[in-house]
């Protein structure tokens, strides 16, 4: 069993940037591919960013040229890097696994093993 656990979440003025960190414990070596999600309260989750183990990645429309997704291996973490904030990315955002999956399989499904999810606040 896997689990995650992020970090990094904050409030920035529209502009700035921030980076968040999905650390996992347990056996990440079977997770084949991971994504961001973020979710605003009364909102159904939205897929923000994907990657496999081949490093393929997958970028919701709205956030492409602004977020970056990688992951460290080595140190069993994901990651986002937000560029160009805007206050429409407010949200609360969770990392998400499957074992089995590319990284359209994550961004686009729901991936059952997750974190507990990290705030992110962007003010005008």
């Known amino acids: 069993q896997v689990q995650f656990q992020e970090s990094g979440g904050g409030s920035v003025q529209a502009g700035g940037s921030l980076r968040l960190s999905c650390a996992a414990s347990?056996?990440?070596?079977?997770?084949?591919?991971m994504a961001w999600f973020r979710q605003e309260p009364g909102k159904a989750p939205e897929g923000v960013a994907a990657?496999?183990?081949?490093?393929?990645?997958v970028y919701a429309d709205s956030v492409k040229g602004r977020f970056t997704i990688s992951r460290d291996n080595a140190r069993k973490t994901l990651y986002l890097q937000m560029n160009s904030l805007k206050p429409e990315d407010t949200a609360m955002y969770y990392c998400?696994?499957?074992?089995?999956?590319?990284?359209?399989?994550?961004?686009?499904?729901?991936?059952?093993?997750r974190g507990q999810g990290t705030q992110v606040t962007v003010s005008s």
């Open positions: 998400a696994a499957e074992s089995g999956g590319l990284a359209y399989d994550c961004y686009s499904g729901d991936p059952p093993y």
């Open positions: 347990g056996y990440f070596g079977s997770m084949t591919c």
């Open positions: 990657i496999d183990r081949d490093d393929y990645t």
